[in-house]
């Protein structure tokens, strides 16, 4: 593990959770991709913390995180979606939500027909997940069956 | 998976992560420059179809 992976994690142990340990992943999923993307559906996550105006803000819970998911509509308004997530820098974002939530550069790319369709509803986290075990085994597995159930052909994850 | 710190994406193992060289906060890169914001999601697709094993992380060479 890199000096700068044990920095951050001494930093929220000391700071925010004890007992806080990154997980470590010994294999990863996958699908080879073999259809045209000319006619794929994707979907995007973000981690940025985006809502809805009108939705429930995520909340960082004395820095416990929030394993909390946010479903944003396609077509939502960019003026009506916020972010909430004390673990970045908002400058950007308060300037331009695509550099979290890309909603606006994938509906040009299914305009060009790079990609043929985007998803309906697309999904939002709060990227500080210190207590990883309700994310692993609720709400991420959810937000997975529900992009299956929109028959999506592959998901962008966007950290921040 | 866009990925702003490579040794992240190596405990993750996400299917396809993509390193771009971004600050934490902007991953798609500067806010309202979108023709640099969909060149990352170009070299993002191009890594979904051209991925032959689960766990790779290509250095897209992308700078802030």
């Known amino acids: 593990m890199s000096d700068a992976i044990q920095r951050t994690e001494q930093i929220v142990q000391k700071k925010w959770v004890p007992e806080f340990k990154y997980v470590k992943n010994e294999s990863a999923p996958f699908v080879s991709f073999t259809k045209d993307l000319s006619k794929a559906k994707g979907a995007i996550i973000t981690t940025g913390g985006v809502f809805l105006r009108g939705q429930a803000p995520f909340q960082d819970n004395y820095g416990l995180g929030d394993p909390s998911y946010r479903e944003l509509p396609r077509h939502a308004p960019i003026k009506e979606l916020m972010h909430y997530h004390e673990h970045y820098d908002h400058t950007a974002a308060n300037q331009d939500v695509n550099v979290v939530y890309p909603i606006e550069r994938m509906e040009a790319l299914v305009q060009d027909g790079t990609i043929g369709e985007l998803a309906d509803t697309n999904y939002s986290f709060m990227g500080y997940q210190p207590i990883s075990h309700p994310l692993q085994t609720r709400t991420a597995p959810e937000v997975a069956q529900k992009l299956v159930g929109q028959q999506v052909d592959f998901a962008l994850l966007v950290p921040v | ?64």
């Open chain 2, 1 to 64: 998976m866009i990925t702003l710190v490579k040794e992240v994406a190596e405990l993750v193992l996400a299917p396809r992560s993509l390193y771009v060289r971004h600050p934490f906060g902007s991953p798609m890169g500067r806010a309202g420059e979108a023709e640099k914001q969909i060149q990352v999601l170009k070299h993002a697709l191009a890594l979904l179809t051209s991925a032959e094993h689960g766990g790779v992380i290509i250095d897209s060479g992308l700078h802030y």
